[in-house]
């Protein structure tokens, strides 16, 4: 049971992670002059919630996201009552502060997820939003508001960093889970997921910095 439940969670981490790279990829629209991102983001996200596949894609991507969660509640709670199995294994990789901290990690992600989801997918879908020049519903405008405010900004920020460290050891230790893993190429996997945290979480991070920045 506890392999099934590692495997659930290699299998929603990589899933989620290739999830992250689709929706930093669409974002970078953000960092266009006002009016190109404006008229572009919002047909992006028109898209999105228009289109039958990525409407299946997206319930997926909920169900992931839960299904993750739960298992490292599970996985978290079993370790701590069984002593950690960290503490056991006196090896540098496992006893790397992230490694030790994932589920610390992941709870702060997943307050922010639901913050990131209450700002804006939630507004989107239930709430009352003007349409842009090109009568798309104007994502935008709600986007750079709410990066208009700094409290919010720094909550971004720090969550991006609990999401870098998330993201470093989960990648590596997801592959070995799901027993993709030579020994020959252990560092590659480990700079990897390292380099891909670093991109995706810079990056997420960047765009409400350079929104607070810029729309003033």
Known sequence: MTTTRKLFMSFTGLFLCFFLLIHFLGNTQLF???????EK???????????AFIKIVSYVLY?????????AWI???KNKKSG???????????SKWSSRNMGFLGLIILLFLVLHFQNFWYVYKFGSIGLDPWGNKDLYTVVVTAF????????????MIALAYHLAHGISSGIRTLGLFNP????WIQYFGI?????????FALMPVYIFFTSK
């Open 41 to 51: 983001f919002n047909w992006y996200s028109n898209f999105l919630t228009g289109n």
């Open 195 to 203: 380099a891909y945290a670093i991109l995706i979480c810079v990056g």
């Open 148 to 159: 208009q405010q700094g409290w919010l900004v720094a909550i971004y920020v720090v969550a």
């Open 75 to 77: 996985i978290t709670v």
């Open 32 to 38: 266009l002059s006002p009016d190109e991102a404006q």
């Open 184 to 187: 020959k190429f252990v560092k």
């Open 63 to 71: 169900l992931s996201i839960l299904l993750h969660a739960i298992y």
């Open 84 to 94: 950690g199995t960290y503490k056991k294994d006196s090896r540098d990789r496992a």
